[in-house]
C-alpha cells in the first residue's frame, strides 16, 4: 500500500466493487473485489485491493460503515469526454439531416446560430444541452458556442453550475481564472469561414495565452477544394492551420475525414488531435474516417457526437457508430483490421481526454487525478435490457460524478 502522500486531505467517498477502466497498456481493464477513495478535493487518492481496507481505513482515516459498497449488477467507469459538440445546435438535433455541409450550415445552422444573440433563448437550449449530456455520462464536454460573448459565458456558467468540465468556444479568455473546470478554447470555426488575419491572430491569442484551439478540418471533399482556392499558397488543409500557429498540443480539430499521410504526418509532429464524428459524418453524408489508419499514424483521437451534425448526444451512440464506420471499412477491404469495442472504450475515455490534453486530470482511474466517473446498474427497473448482458442506455447510467462531485441525478430531481 502507497504512503499517505497529501497529508492534509481527507476520504469524502470510499466505493468498493468493480472498477472498469483503459490504461495505456490495456484498451480495458477490470478491477474486481477493488476499493478506491476519493479526497475532498474530488481527487483519487486510493485505489486497491477491498482485502486492504482495514489498513486503508487507519490510513486515511475513514469509516468502513461509510464505504459505499456497489451491487451484483453495478461498476464504475470514466465518465466520457465529448471532443466535438456544438451546444448551440442542440435545439434542432435530429432533424435537418437532408443537406451536403455548406448547404446545411447555410440554410439551418447559421439562421439557428444567429439566435443566440437572445440569452433567454441561449438559456434554454444551453440548459437542456448541458443536462441532457452529463445525464448520458459526459463528464467533460469540448463545446462549440456561437459568436456571441454573452451567450457563450452563460454556456461556460451552466457547465460549472451542473457540474461538468468543459472547454467553451467563442474565446472568452475574461472567464479562464472563473471556473476551476471549465475553460476557454480558441475557436475559428473553420477555414472558410475565417480571413487568414482572423486566423493569425487566433494563433496568437492560443500561443501566448497557453489556451486550448479547437476548428473543423477536411470533412468533405468539396470543403477541401473551397479551402484549395481560397488558401492558394498553402499545400494542404493542414498547411493553413499549421501556418497560422494554430496547430499545438493542446489542439483538436473535427472530422478530418480526408487527411492524407502527409498531413496525418504533421498531426503528429505538432500533438495535435482529431476529434472523430462518425454520427455526424454519416448524417450529413460528409465522408468515412479511417481511425485505425490516425492511430497508426501516433495521432491523438477522441469521438465526438457534433451535435447538430450527428442526431445524437450521447456518447454511447458515438461509441456505436464508430464501431459502425470501422466495420463498413472492413466491409469495403478485408484487410482493415476493424476498430474492438475495447478500443472504441478507451477512444471514449482515455483517448478522449488526451486529445483535448486532460488527461493529467480525466480519463481513467488513476491517483491523483480527479474522480470523473459514471455508476452503471446493467440491471435498473424497468431498464432497456435483459440481463444475458445487452447494450444499455442513460438509464443504466444511475450517478454522474464530475471531480468527486455527484452531479447526476440532478440535485432538483
Ligand atoms: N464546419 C463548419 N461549421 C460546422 C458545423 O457547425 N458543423 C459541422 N459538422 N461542420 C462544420
Ligand atoms: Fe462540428
Not at 65 to 75: M, R, T
Not at 238 to 253: G, P
Not at 291 to 297: G, K, M, S, T
Request: hydrophobic content about 35%; overall charge negative.
Amino acid at each position: 500500500i502507497m504512503n499517505r502522500n497529501h497529508t492534509t486531505a481527507r476520504i469524502a467517498h470510499v466505493f468498493s466493487g468493480t472498477f472498469v477502466h483503459s490504461t495505456p497498456r490495456a484498451a480495458v481493464e477490470i478491477l474486481q473485489n477493488c476499493v478506491l477513495g476519493v479526497d475532498d478535493k474530488g481527487k483519487i487518492a486510493f485505489i486497491e485491493k477491498h482485502q486492504d481496507v482495514v489498513s486503508l481505513s487507519e490510513i486515511w482515516g475513514f469509516e468502513t460503515s461509510d464505504i459505499k459498497q456497489l451491487g451484483q449488477y453495478e461498476f464504475l467507469m470514466p465518465g466520457m469526454v465529448d471532443t466535438h459538440i456544438h451546444a448551440s445546435q442542440y435545439s434542432y438535433a435530429g432533424t435537418a439531416l437532408d443537406l451536403p455541409l455548406l448547404e446545411w450550415l447555410n440554410t439551418y445552422t447559421f439562421p439557428v446560430e444567429a439566435k443566440y444573440k437572445d440569452l433567454d433563448f441561449a438559456n434554454d437550449v444551453y440548459t437542456k444541452v448541458v443536462r441532457r449530456t452529463l445525464k448520458n455520462g459526459t463528464t467533460t464536454a469540448c463545446y462549440f458556442a456561437t459568436i456571441h460573448t454573452d451567450a457563450s459565458l452563460l454556456l461556460g456558467e451552466l457547465a460549472d453550475r451542473f457540474g461538468q468540465r468543459a472547454l467553451v468556444g467563442k474565446v472568452c479568455m475574461d472567464c479562464n481564472s472563473a471556473y476551476p473546470n471549465v475553460k476557454p478554447v480558441v475557436t475559428p470555426r473553420f477555414a472558410p469561414s475565417c480571413s487568414s488575419s482572423l486566423l493569425s491572430e487566433l494563433g496568437e491569442i492560443a500561443n501566448n495565452n497557453k489556451l486550448h484551439v479547437q476548428s473543423h478540418i477536411s470533412e468533405t471533399k468539396e470543403e477541401v477544394e473551397l479551402v484549395k482556392t481560397l488558401f492558394p499558397g498553402c499545400k494542404s488543409y493542414t498547411d493553413v492551420y499549421l501556418k497560422h500557429n494554430l496547430l499545438t498540443d493542446r489542439t483538436v480539430m473535427a472530422h478530418g475525414c480526408h487527411l492524407t499521410d502527409e498531413e496525418l504526418e504533421i498531426f503528429r509532429e505538432t500533438g495535435s488531435a482529431v476529434s472523430h464524428c462518425p454520427n455526424s459524418n454519416i448524417s450529413i453524408c460528409s465522408g468515412i474516417l479511417n481511425v485505425r489508419n490516425v492511430l497508426n499514424h501516433k495521432v491523438k483521437l477522441g469521438l465526438g457526437t457534433d451535435v447538430a451534425g450527428g442526431y445524437s448526444p450521447s456518447m454511447l451512440d458515438a461509441m456505436r457508430r464508430t464501431l459502425d464506420t470501422s466495420k463498413a471499412l472492413t466491409i469495403q477491404d478485408p484487410q482493415h483490421k476493424t476498430l474492438s469495442f475495447e478500443e472504441v472504450f478507451r477512444l471514449a475515455t482515455l483517448g478522449g481526454s488526451e486529445a483535448l490534453s486532460l488527461d493529467d486530470q480525466t480519463g481513467n482511474f488513476v491517483v491523483g487525478k480527479d474522480f470523473d466517473a459514471l455508476r452503471v446498474n446493467v440491471c435498473v427497473p424497468d431498464g432497456p435490457i435483459d440481463l444475458f448482458p445487452g447494450e444499455g442506455d442513460d438509464r443504466n447510467i444511475t450517478e454522474v460524478y464530475m471531480a468527486g462531485r455527484r452531479v447526476v441525478p440532478f440535485p432538483d430531481t
